[in-house]
């Protein structure tokens, strides 16, 4: 058991920073997802005997590693590659000798995985995959795509860094370009890991840390970037009231409802010096936007003042600049709180079905509207709805208070 919680922890920790360290020097995203996998699996085996080693990392890397030069000599792979292998071989064994860790290279492959050459559609799920570690079922249905699909759209994408002999090396110009495509990987993580705040899944749970980690490399590596500041400016907002959305027992616990004083002002902080920064620049986006309506949020409840109109101005704005369904439910709700919830709901209704159907807050607030309407039967459907469509237990059972009480 103990092995077996090592080898998961390795996994969850290191998998992304060992894949892109790899395929960095390898250049076959493929051939190192076997690779690393079948150290995984010799890990299992060989630690029950050998002991957990003192630098897991290390030790998977090297198996990783021998592995792919075993492929090069085999004629699985280029010359060059094997090449690079080989001269990899003696860096890792130097760093193994010195207890160092490896160079986290995920950001690096980040950008790889935006290349202009890559299909658009297989970018931000590449990342995800190859360096999040996110499975490939979760990301077919946070892209409402068909599992089988996106595996496809996988496959093609990581054959073509391949084939078309993709260089690793960050280029001197043409990141902005990509930038987009890394803010929405990071950004889609990071929601991946708030949406897992109590769950079972630690690696889910733990992607939050690891995409402000990469936002804040994204802001160093471009500072001239308003957006790169925007998405860390709106994850550390978010992150700031994550001790918040839950009580004592576990149970959720609305913004509305959370205490401030568990908000943490350390991520307050850096998320504001970051907002300003981009704000001041003037190239208003998708993700200053969002940070501009967490920030507003954040400060009513500090001052205690209402300025649901800065908000819903603010979703206006955003509606304009990167219309989306969930976009569009916030705002019918921030209306609501403007000229009430008549207002709200029939903001609701002008949603075109085919994407509120299947969105969950949609008909959780649906429900609110209607029970405020004191149309009763028509918000219990609606909770009925939400429930149903709710993965967290706690909101699934805070949901079910508002509909028995509707």
Request: proline fraction near 4%.
């Amino acid at each position: 058991m103990e092995v077996r919680v090592a080898v998961e922890r390795a996994a969850q920790d290191s998998y992304g920073k060992l894949l892109a360290y790899l395929a960095s020097r390898s250049r076959d995203v493929e051939a190192v997802e076997d690779a690393l996998s079948e150290a995984f699996v010799a890990a299992l085996e060989s630690w029950h005997g050998s002991g957990i080693p003192k630098n897991p990392e290390a030790w998977l890397l090297t198996s990783a590693r021998n592995r792919l030069t075993d492929m090069g000599r085999r004629g699985q792979m280029k010359e060059r590659v094997h090449q690079s292998l080989v001269a990899a071989a003696s860096e890792v064994q130097s760093m193994a000798k010195r207890d160092a860790e490896f160079p986290d290279e995920r950001l690096k492959l980040l950008f790889i995985c935006a290349h202009p050459a890559i299909d658009e559609a297989a970018r931000t799920p590449l990342m995800l995959q190859t360096v999040l570690n996110v499975p490939a079922n979760k990301i077919a249905s946070a892209f409402l795509v068909a599992p089988a699909t996106m595996s496809q759209r996988l496959v093609r994408a990581k054959r073509k860094i391949r084939d078309a002999g993709i260089s690793f090396d960050l280029p001197d110009s043409g990141l902005e370009e990509r930038v987009t495509n890394v803010l929405d990987a990071i950004y889609a993580a990071y929601g991946t890991g708030w949406d897992h705040l109590q769950g079972a899944d630690a690696h889910m749970g733990g992607l939050s840390a690891e995409a402000i980690y990469l936002g804040r490399l994204v802001v160093e590596l471009l500072p001239k970037v308003p957006e790169a500041k925007g998405l860390l400016a709106l994850m550390l907002l978010c992150q700031a009231r994550r001790e918040a959305r839950r009580d004592q027992d576990g149970q959720y616990v609305p913004f509305s409802e959370q205490d401030p004083k568990l908000w943490s002002t350390d991520f307050m902080g850096e998320a504001e010096r970051n907002l300003e920064a981009a704000v001041s620049m003037k190239q208003p986006g998708r993700y200053q936007l969002e940070a501009c309506i967490q920030s507003a949020h954040i400060d009513r409840r500090l001052t205690g003042r209402e300025n649901w109109e800065d908000v819903l101005a603010l979703y206006e704005g955003l509606l304009y600049v990167a219309p989306s369904v969930g976009a569009l439910v916030n705002r019918a709700s921030a209306l609501a709180e403007v000229n009430g919830a008549s207002a709200g709901l029939e903001a609701l209704e002008d949603i075109e079905v085919e994407f509120s159907e299947s969105y969950q807050p949609y008909w959780a607030l649906r429900g609110h509207l209607l029970n405020q309407l004191g149309r009763g039967d028509e918000a219990r459907v609606a909770y009925e709805r939400a429930i149903g469509m709710s993965e967290d237990p706690a909101v699934r059972s805070f949901l079910t208070e508002k509909l028995n009480n509707s």
